[in-house]
């Protein structure tokens, strides 16, 4: 499957930005999606995932309450809805697939695109 992520940008501090990833090739919706980010000289982190039929959603704390992943199947698409954003969350934002089942781990997903800049202004 080939992921195409977009929709990043420079946004202010307490800002709002919607990321889009759209998937092509194999069906969609035999995956869990996830999002991860990387901000530079740091490790890939978790920031969010959701299952094949979008009924599980996980979050680490750093994002809870403010980030929102959801999955249109119909699309082949999966979105990460980001408010009250914060200089912290700049960062290079990836989307992966994982055929593996649920999952969190960056290790376990096996599709990657090719990743969307996200910069958060003080």
């Known amino acids: 499957v080939q992921l195409q992520a977009s929709g990043g940008g420079l946004v202010q501090t307490g800002g709002s930005l919607r990321l889009s990833c759209a998937a092509s090739?194999?069906?969609?919706?035999?995956?869990?999606m996830g999002w991860f980010r990387q901000a530079p000289g740091q490790e890939r982190e978790f920031v969010a995932a959701i299952n094949r039929n979008g009924g599980r959603l996980s979050y680490p704390d750093s994002v809870k309450g403010r980030f929102t992943i959801s999955r249109d199947n119909a699309e082949n698409t999966v979105y990460l809805q980001m408010n009250s954003l914060k200089p912290e969350d700049t960062a290079v934002y990836y989307c992966a697939a994982a055929v593996s089942g649920y999952t969190s781990d960056w290790y376990d997903y096996a599709y990657w695109g090719q990743g969307t800049l996200v910069t958060v202004s003080s």
């Open positions: 090739g194999r069906t969609f919706n035999i995956y869990t």
